[in-house]
């Protein structure tokens, strides 16, 4: 990516386990859908590659990939947006990949090399600063059912700079309410303040951070 070679312990990566239906509804009342998405982009100071569950505005054109399909989308500056769909799992489609590669292989053991490398433009690999990695982010926090907590909850995310897109409070179960936040776009350095500071809080829980991939 880029022309540089990320190994494994330099992505980012979360999986879906976390997910709870209750994110699932809010995303969709919230105009958006949950996609486990890999993503790598390139800012000032480097790379910055991560697989997470992501929040995916309904008309992005990933929040249609369903199924045994698969894409790649690509902002890039000379050409703008596109994107690269098709079946990416199932017996067919698995099944010709793999005897693709094996052709492939058997090619090149034949010829005796390992042929081209897929992208043969190389650079060195400059990590990116957290400061400069920058998203919206969606909190799911639990609070007793008391008056005061989104005063509150405003508070400590306004001692990070962070400010909010949307607030909803979703109907107490008599004891608890949970407590949705959509933020505007923060660096990895303040979602990691924000949320160690959510954490030590007495009166919060934190129950799910997912990022958001904004309109």
Request: hydrophobic share 40%; with cysteine.
């Amino acid at each position: 990516a880029f022309g540089m070679n990320i190994q494994f312990d330099q992505v980012g990566h979360k999986g879906i386990s976390q997910i709870t239906s209750q994110d699932v509804s809010v995303a969709q009342s919230l105009g958006y859908v949950i996609k486990l998405v890999g993503s790598i982009v390139e800012t000032q100071s480097g790379i910055a590659a991560e697989v997470t569950p992501t929040f995916l505005p309904k008309q992005h054109p990933l929040a249609g990939v369903n199924d045994v399909m698969n894409a790649v989308y690509v902002e890039s500056i000379g050409i703008g947006e596109y994107m690269y769909y098709g079946p990416g799992a199932g017996q067919k489609p698995t099944a010709t990949s793999v005897l693709a590669d094996n052709i492939c292989i058997t090619r090149r053991l034949s010829d005796g090399n390992v042929g081209k490398p897929f992208n043969e433009f190389h650079r060195d690999l400059p990590l990116a600063n957290p400061a400069d990695v920058k998203s919206n982010y969606y909190f799911a926090l639990d609070t007793p059912d008391e008056k005061g907590k989104i005063p509150h909850l405003s508070e400590i995310f306004n001692s990070e700079d962070i400010s909010f897109e949307q607030v909803l409070q979703q109907k107490a179960n008599g004891t608890t309410a949970r407590i949705v936040v959509i933020t505007h776009a923060m660096s990895k350095t303040q979602l990691k303040a924000v949320t160690e500071k959510l954490e030590a809080a007495e009166d919060f829980t934190v129950v799910n951070t997912l990022k958001v991939l904004s309109n």
